[in-house]
């Protein structure tokens, strides 16, 4: 296996992801380590992160004496490459000056860690990269021993290599998708240099949590609040796997679910895993809460307070429980941790099952915090949920609650469920020839929203006076901005005529034809 020693950079958490992609197990570990647990950790080999921090400023920054005295394969990423230059021998300039972006990399001296490893078809660019450069201070002089093995006009130090004793550093990032070459880069160290054999699963990757979690909770009691959304139910299938009954599922069923879903969740996980679940249905008291209430944000807080206290309620009976378990994956911990600007005004007050409050006083286990959206998918795919729960479209924690306009009323949650779940089988039938893929595949996220609007139509010889749905669905990679997805008109014509006859109090349906921004994704 793989260590890589984290020096507090924002990407090291893509490092990790490179080499699983290779097929290689690793670990990240505090650059500060003691040299007992490294070698214990009996690495293959070693990446050293980058860092926000500069060498020339901060001499504790250092990796332990270990890494160099273990005699593996080191591989050093920005500030690891000038941590091992500074180690090693070598100087590392301070400059106040960063360079930010992208870089055209020439590579030197035939390493075995580029050989063949290229961007361009050109001679006179042959065996050049494209790569990805953020850093402030570079080295330059080599260390004892080095050779040069990349350059850029700016960075006359790109790349150093002693391929004798396989230590090897570049000043770009190999773990971003905007270096090119980078996985390709990784691959080679971790497999042709290192030797790791590249038969690491995602099987294995349970094997490892599971004896992890075993570790940490001990005999100890979890509870979980389960959403049904893919994160939480992840998390608590592997949770599960690892102990068993010690972990208590609590599904707070707040009456603004999908068509099925509570039970669903319940067949899931009670029926099929044999999990403890406990079923709360507070639908009653959520929409006594919500009665006569209209303005979107107070309807977000009324849920959101509503749902902590259910589940606070629940979570008091569990004498025993010491540890709160949530489906935290890896963009979450990003967001939370204060890297990314935060936006003036609040456009939407979000919350999920992650947004318990630490009054609880339990313990936090958060076994999916190192994974990526998909890995996520992958790893409940290997630990047997089905593939339609963990490819699901994401859904918001307030439910329907933000998509029944204005004042929440059973009554609209009913009609609106069932025209959903017809929206939804339609795209889960309908195959765009030119892809393979059904309708639901190729949008992100797809729903119907309800409209306390009423308009006439006629059925049969009669005049209706009815309620109104818009069917939304959206293509984006990130759900900070959306396109409107083009579905087929056939799609979008069967389904409003299944839904205005099968769904009597609904007359009339409509597309929503609005990107975002200026439109939100969701209605509220
Ligand atoms: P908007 O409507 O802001 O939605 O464009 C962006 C994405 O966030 C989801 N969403 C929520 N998810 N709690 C959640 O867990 C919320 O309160 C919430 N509000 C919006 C929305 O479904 C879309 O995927």
């Not at 593996?72 to 230059?85: D, E, K, R, S």
């Not at 240099?193 to 699963?201: F, K, L, M, S, T």
Request: glycine letters at 8%; proline letters at 4%.
């Amino acid at each position: 296996k793989v260590l890589i020693l984290d020096f507090g950079s924002q990407v090291t958490q893509l490092i990790a992801r490179r080499v699983r992609e290779a097929a290689v197990f690793c670990e990240i570990h505090p650059n500060d380590v003691s040299d007992d647990f490294i070698k214990s950790f009996a690495p293959k080999a070693i990446i050293l992160s980058g860092s926000h921090a500069s060498t020339y400023e901060d001499h504790e920054l250092r990796a332990p004496q270990a890494v160099w005295d273990l005699g593996v394969p080191v591989l050093g990423i920005c500030y690891g490459m000038q941590t091992m230059a500074v180690q090693l021998g070598g100087t590392v300039e301070w400059s106040d000056h960063r360079e930010f972006g992208y870089a055209e990399v020439r590579a030197h001296g035939h390493t075995k860690l580029l050989d063949g490893i290229q961007d361009f078809e050109t001679p006179e660019k042959h065996g050049m990269l494209k790569a990805w450069m953020s850093h402030g201070d570079k080295v330059t002089a080599l260390p004892p021993g080095f050779k040069l093995m990349a350059s850029t006009p700016s960075c006359p130090i790109a790349g150093m290599a002693d391929e004798a004793r396989k230590l090897y550093a570049f000043q770009f990032h190999p773990e971003v998708t905007h270096t090119l070459q980078g996985a390709a880069i990784l691959t080679r160290f971790v497999r042709d240099i290192a030797g790791c054999r590249g038969d690491w699963q995602m099987g294995s990757y349970i094997d490892e949590a599971v004896a992890r979690i075993r570790e940490q909770v001990g005999d100890e009691e979890v509870i979980l609040g389960l959403s049904g959304g893919v994160d939480s139910s992840v998390a608590a299938a592997l949770i599960h796997r690892a102990i068993g009954d010690q972990l208590t599922c609590v599904f707070v069923d707040h009456g603004l679910l999908r068509l099925n879903e509570g039970q669903m969740v319940m067949d899931m996980f009670a029926g099929r895993l044999h999990a403890k679940v406990v079923h709360v249905d507070a639908s009653e008291q959520f929409l006594g809460k919500l009665a006569g209430v209209t303005d979107p944000e107070r309807k977000r807080k009324i849920i959101g307070a509503e749902f902590v206290e259910v589940f606070q309620a629940e979570a008091s009976k569990l004498k025993n429980a010491k540890w709160l378990a949530q489906g935290t994956i890896y963009p979450d911990v990003v967001e939370s941790g204060g890297t990314k600007t935060k936006k003036a005004t609040t456009i939407k007050s979000h919350h999920n099952v992650g947004g318990l409050p630490e009054t609880l006083g339990l313990k936090l286990l958060e076994p999916l915090r190192e994974l990526f959206k998909d890995e996520v998918r992958a790893l409940g795919v290997a630990l047997g949920l089905p593939a339609d729960m963990v490819y699901r479209h994401p859904f918001p924690g307030p439910g329907l609650g933000v998509r029944i306009l204005g004042e929440v009323r059973k009554d609209f949650a009913d009609l609106l469920r069932r025209a959903d779940a017809i929206f939804i089988e339609e795209l889960r039938n309908t195959i765009d020839p030119a892809t393979g893929k059904s309708w639901y595949a190729l949008t992100s996220q797809a729903f119907a929203v309800f409209l306390p609007v009423k308009s006439v139509g006629v059925m049969g010889d009669g005049r209706t006076y009815d309620y109104v749905v818009a069917l939304r669905a959206v293509q984006t990679s990130d759900f900070m901005t959306a396109d409107w997805a083009e579905l087929p008109y056939a799609l979008l014509k069967r389904t409003s005529g299944r839904i205005i006859n099968e769904v009597r109090g609904i007359n009339r349906v409509t597309y929503d034809v609005s990107s975002k921004p200026p439109a939100t994704i969701e209605w509220e």
